[in-house]
């Protein structure tokens, strides 16, 4: 009698457990998809003011063209391409935000760090939009960095 509840039970928890995982599945299917980079996510304006604030605490260590050094990433171009493919804007912006600059870790606010991006993306030649990235963590991790 024990053995039968337990086999029950064991079914049913594995009956939900299938359910759960094709609810997950046909949810993730009918789910908007990211927007990427391509869809024109900051705006001239921001990545102009990115561009001021890079110069001011990036470019000693990653250069005033963004190519970086033996020891710093390239932040323009395949190298950067192949670094961030894939990855969230959010990421990009969070790893400015709690890694740089070096000599003043976790300085930078989220408005900074999202401006900073927002110009990293136009070096990398990402449409300009009407609308400024937003400093919103959630927000920029919806939005991917795809190469073409």
């Not at 029950?8 to 928890?13: F, I, V």
């Not at 594995?14 to 980079?37: C, E, F, M, R, T």
Request: overall charge neutral; charged content about 25%; hydrophobic content about 45%.
């Amino acid at each position: 009698m024990i053995r039968k509840t337990l086999s029950a039970a064991a079914a049913t928890t594995a009956g939900l457990v299938a359910y759960g995982a094709i609810a997950v599945a046909l949810s993730a299917q009918n789910a908007a998809p990211d927007k990427s980079v391509w869809d024109a996510v900051y705006s001239q304006d921001q990545a102009r003011r990115g561009q001021a604030k890079y110069a001011q605490v990036c470019v000693l260590c990653h250069e005033a063209d963004l190519t970086g050094s033996d020891k710093v990433p390239s932040l323009a171009g395949a190298e950067f391409l192949d670094r961030w493919n894939d990855r969230s804007v959010g990421d990009l912006a969070d790893r400015i935000r709690l890694t740089m600059p070096v000599e003043e870790i976790g300085s930078l606010s989220i408005q900074t760090s999202t401006d900073i991006t927002a110009y990293l993306l136009q070096a990398n030649n990402f449409p300009a939009g009407q609308e400024e990235l937003k400093a919103d963590r959630s927000a920029m991790k919806s939005l991917v960095i795809k190469r073409k």
